[in-house]
């Protein structure tokens, strides 16, 4: 009997043996993946600020902080009345400098009728000279009275021409005006002009707003950034291009897996960020790297990444 009792605990402590050594194989081996991964970061975006161009009260304004929006989506509007009230003004001013051009044809109408009755005069005394029943002086006054009447539809024409240059003249700085007022309408419309998801709203409806004035910060999430810092000896693993690994974690020992593109390498050296670890903890001199990663919607800014280079 006392043989079988130390044979028992004898058994236990070899189970319990095997379940250490089980549990140390596995902790070891979740120990190296862990240290599998090359380096570590944090995901990123490039984020834009939207700012107005033009000063009024913000009339519309249709977004909140979280929304997705797309290039060209239309958000709202300052307040545009009072240029468009100068657009009106100056359009009236146009239709009334060119009401003073002068229409040349009917200037000139009246003229054109006493050369014609001086023609028919000349051509009758023509006739009558050469039938010896008028004298070359009334010919020849025909021919003056002819010559006087085209000399003053001439000088009738080119005193018209420059009014009407004139005018013109007046009228094209007028267009330009009315062009710079249609470019600040323009800019009273607010467009979203790059496609991602709203992070932070900074004005509101009904808020007087002056050019320069920050709306909204935007960035587009469907492609993320994973800043990570690499150690000098890791350099020639790497070059622009190379398609990595990139992990996040999930839950309690599981990670997605995603494909990254290095698309960005400093050239310069940097002290390691505190809030970033390396590969090799003990470097104190790192460079940074930036790598493209499809966003599945799972990725959120901010969150850490493992990458993997081969």
Not at 11 to 31: A, M, N, P, Q
Not at 100 to 128: C, F, G, H, M, T
Not at 210 to 224: E, N, R, S, V
Request: proline letters at 3%; one cysteine or more; glycine letters at 6%.
């Amino acid at each position: 009997m006392k043989y079988n009792e130390t044979s028992k605990t004898g058994t236990g402590k070899i189970i319990r043996y095997s379940v250490l050594l089980s549990l140390s194989l596995t902790l070891f081996s979740c120990h190296n993946s862990e240290n599998d991964w090359d380096a570590s970061g944090a995901f990123e975006s490039v984020e834009t600020i939207i700012s107005t161009e033009a000063s009024g009260t913000l009339m519309q304004f249709d977004i909140e902080e979280g929304q997705t929006k797309k290039k060209g989506d239309w958000i709202g509007y300052v307040d545009s009345a009072q240029l468009y009230f100068r657009k009106k003004q100056l359009e009236a001013q146009i239709v009334s400098t060119i009401s003073q051009v002068p229409d040349i044809p009917v200037q000139v109408a009246s003229l054109y009728a006493q050369l014609s009755n001086a023609d028919i005069n000349q051509k009758r005394i023509e006739r009558l000279f050469k039938g010896n029943a008028a004298t070359q002086q009334q010919l020849d006054d025909a021919n003056t009275q002819v010559e006087i009447i085209k000399k003053q539809i001439e000088a009738q024409k080119s005193t018209l021409g420059i009014t009407a240059a004139t005018l013109e003249k007046q009228v094209a700085p007028l267009q330009r005006q009315i062009d710079q007022v249609d470019d600040q309408i323009d800019k009273c419309r607010i467009i979203n002009p790059v496609s991602g998801t709203v992070l932070t709203k900074y004005a509101e409806n009904h808020e007087v707003v002056t050019p320069g004035k920050a709306l909204y910060k935007i960035a587009p999430t469907d492609t993320l950034i994973l800043r990570a810092y690499i150690t000098g000896n890791q350099l020639d693993m790497i070059k622009l291009g190379q398609a990595v690994k990139v992990r996040t974690d999930l839950e309690e020992n599981k990670y997605r897996t995603y494909n990254g593109v290095i698309y960005w390498i400093s050239d310069k050296a940097e002290f390691t960020p505190k809030t970033i670890p390396t590969k090799d903890e003990r470097a104190e001199l790192v460079y940074a790297i930036k790598v493209r990663v499809p966003n599945d919607g799972y990725i959120k800014i901010g969150m850490y990444g493992d990458l993997k280079f081969n």
